[in-house]
């Protein structure tokens, strides 16, 4: 059974993986690509969010901030030419919900589809210059067959410059690529079975490419613990290597050493084990992937996380909210 944690006298959390669904006919264009090509069942049965349910859900769990995300290219049904308009109301609505509730939400932008480098390029200064988002969020890939370009492309080169230059954070997320096969059942539908390996993808194609290595100020956070990253990045590591990537295996695990993993779905003893041996305590941070999952669901992998961490109060501090004020220091509260 599903249980839940109403933990609000404890570490006031900072949960780095909360989505924003917008409404009106964005809300379509996310019922299209986030529930009728994903097999996913959104809990009420529709992408539904508001800040008043966001606030809710994080009173009932303790955490004192959000960061807003809107995931995936969901755009890239829509004429290029249109593209920029649904990126720029994500994001202004993302803004007025931080202007709104001072202290409560922050946000990673919305890019649109960046393979349109120029038009990535312009929302991203906008965004953090002039709305002063967090950071943006990206997607491992964009397109599908042989339009497919993910993100260690030498076309998203200017775009990793930029972000390199800005000592930026991106909180990169899998995308909802479906296997060439349908899912197996209805319990496995692509967020289930495919999202985690798509970061896990992600990571793998920034590391062995070479751009983590050549924009190191570029501070990643993967989704869902990385997926299967801490668990396959020694794979990576030899078989690369011996393909003919030019880092070595060590060369490849300490880049691999270098990415923020969030809890989001992954809360649980055995992915906690792996990251804590993987990374440094100040590379882990708290996510719950609500509203796409219910209180109860992101309650149940809260409970693991202060379960795992309850003899060592401080590193719960630490993942809960002390790493956050660390990589945002406006979160961090005020001292006389």
Not at 131 to 150: K, Q
Request: glycine residues 8%; aromatic residues 10%.
């Amino acid at each position: 059974m599903v249980g839940t944690t109403t933990n609000s006298s404890g570490p006031a959390r900072v949960d780095f993986h909360h989505h924003i669904f917008p409404g009106g006919e964005l809300a379509e264009l996310l019922q299209g690509s986030l529930i009728a090509q994903s097999g996913w069942r959104f809990p009420g049965g529709g992408a539904r969010w508001t800040p008043e349910s966001s606030l809710a859900f994080m009173d009932g769990l303790g955490i004192q901030t959000a960061i807003l995300s809107l995931p995936n290219d969901l755009e890239q049904t829509l004429p290029a030419e249109r593209r920029p308009d649904f990126a720029r109301r994500v994001n202004m609505l993302a803004k007025q919900t931080v202007e709104d509730h001072p202290g409560r939400f922050g946000f990673f932008a919305h890019l649109p589809t960046p393979t349109d480098v120029d038009a990535a390029l312009e929302e991203l200064t906008y965004a953090l210059d002039d709305l002063g988002a967090d950071g943006i969020t990206l997607t491992n890939v964009y397109g599908t067959g042989e339009n497919a370009r993910s993100l260690g492309d030498k076309l998203f080169e200017p775009l990793w410059a930029e972000l390199d230059r800005r000592g930026a954070l991106v909180f990169l997320h899998g995308e909802q690529t479906p296997g060439r096969n349908p899912m197996p059942n209805r319990f496995l539908p692509t967020p289930v079975s495919e999202v985690p390996n798509e970061t896990y993808k992600g990571a793998a194609d920034l590391v062995t490419s070479g751009r983590k290595r050549q924009f190191p100020n570029v501070r990643i956070i993967l989704s869902h613990s990385g997926g299967s990253t801490p668990f396959l990045a020694a794979r990576v590591a030899v078989l690369s290597n011996y393909l003919g990537c030019e880092l070595t295996p060590e060369e490849i695990i300490a880049d691999f050493r270098t990415f923020y993993f969030e809890t989001a779905l992954s809360g649980f003893e055995t992915n906690l084990v792996a990251l804590e041996n993987f990374v440094p305590p100040e590379q882990i941070l708290f996510g719950t992937d609500f509203p796409a999952v219910s209180p109860e669901m992101a309650g149940w992998y809260t409970d693991n996380v202060d379960t795992y961490f309850t003899a060592r109060p401080e590193l719960l501090a630490q993942v809960m909210h002390g790493n956050a004020h660390t990589l945002l220091p406006r979160l961090a509260p005020a001292t006389r």
